[in-house]
């Protein structure tokens, strides 16, 4: 039973265009969502988390919406460059099972053409 | 700056063969924990330790043992190796708490081929 699931195993994007990631979960005791990248050899590394008391949360070129009402939640990469040719997993955790134990998507390969 | 460190990089075995995956974090992480990362399948968390002496189960924990005598290392044993545990095998720190809760710090991984 995938409790978080990325429906689109890969993604290609011009340089410069916005690149959008989706996430859905299942589990409604989640309350943190969280992205990592992942480069190819090496291990995945934390990008940028929402809370679910916020439906949105920006960190430079990054920005992460949150839609509790219908599980999902998505990855905007603005603009997008070729260096964030990566595999993006979603993740989330519950504060009643450990905020620290994670559940991570299938991931998706994002390429960004020159 | 070390950060999390996992020993060794690659791996064969063959069925039956038992080994240690090594995991060392130099952060003063009080959280630890083990993943492994099969194709369509995501991440999937095999055991963790919440501190020195305290370890437990997570999602997949069957065929591995694990152990936390000190703050800074986090071994993962295979007791007798079987094709399903070939995988990318990632061990993964953090400060725990509610600071930067689910900000993990990952190794670079081991990949792990059973025969």
């Known amino acids: 039973d995938q409790q978080v699931k990325q429906n689109s195993p890969s993604l290609s994007v011009q340089e410069g265009r916005i690149s959008i990631l989706n996430c859905d979960y299942t589990n409604s005791m989640f309350d943190y969502f969280l992205w990592y990248k992942k480069y190819p050899a090496e291990g995945p590394t934390f990008l940028i988390s929402?809370?679910?008391?916020?439906d949105k949360n920006e960190d430079g070129r990054f920005t992460v919406f949150l839609n509790k009402s219908a599980k999902h939640l998505s990855l905007h990469i603005v603009p997008s460059q070729p260096g964030d040719s990566a595999v993006y997993f979603c993740?989330?955790?519950?504060?009643?099972?450990?905020?620290?134990?994670?559940?991570f998507g299938t991931g998706t390969r994002l390429t960004i053409i020159p | 700056n070390a950060g999390v460190t996992q020993t060794p990089k690659f791996q064969v075995l063959k069925t039956g063969q038992s080994m240690t995956l090594q995991c060392a974090q130099d952060?003063?992480?009080?959280?630890m924990s083990w993943y492994r990362q099969d194709p369509g399948m995501g991440l999937r968390l095999i055991h963790y330790?919440?501190?020195?002496?305290?370890?437990d189960q997570g999602e997949v924990p069957n065929g591995y043992n694990v152990s936390r005598s000190t703050t800074e290392d986090f071994p993962l044993r295979l007791l007798s190796a079987a094709p399903s545990q070939t995988s990318v095998y990632f061990c993964a720190s953090t400060r725990g708490g509610n600071a930067d809760p689910g900000k993990l710090f990952f190794g670079s991984g081991t990949q792990l081929s059973v025969l």
């Open positions: 330790s919440v501190g020195a002496g305290i370890t």
């Open positions: 929402i809370s679910s008391i916020k």
């Open positions: 952060m003063n992480h009080e959280y």
């Open positions: 993740a989330a955790s519950a504060r009643t099972f450990g905020n620290e134990k994670l559940t």
